[in-house]
């Protein structure tokens, strides 16, 4: 069975390609933890059938998230009320976990 994952933050890149857009996502387990998964990750996990995300939007409305394909086969991930860009996903604010931000700086060369 499928569990039920709310995505609540991202971690976003500057690459203008939908499939590069976003690095990761992130969110808080039924515990108080934290999850972070890549998006070949979290791609892999709708695919399987092991994780079905979403995100949710002021008032409750729920989008699911889908893994969509862009012309060159590139998959990625936005939600179903998305175009081609997955705005829902890039709105939603940087994931504040430490290990993004370590990440981060190592790929800046800081």
């Not at 069975?1 to 990761?24: C, G, N, Y």
């Not at 008032?59 to 009320?81: C, E, F, Q, S």
Request: with cysteine; hydrophobic share 35%; charged share 25%.
């Amino acid at each position: 069975m499928a569990r039920f994952l709310r995505i609540r933050h991202v971690v976003k890149t500057d690459r203008p390609s939908a499939h590069e857009q976003i690095q990761a996502s992130c969110g808080i387990k039924p515990d108080g933890s934290h999850w972070s998964l890549t998006q070949n990750e979290a791609i892999s996990q709708v695919e399987e059938g092991t994780s079905i995300f979403y995100v949710e939007r002021a008032g409750g409305r729920r989008l699911d998230v889908i893994v969509a394909m862009d012309l060159h086969a590139h998959k990625y991930l936005k939600t179903v009320a998305d175009g081609q860009q997955p705005d829902e996903l890039f709105y939603l604010p940087n994931c504040p976990n430490v290990a993004h931000e370590i990440s981060r700086s190592a790929r800046a060369g800081r």
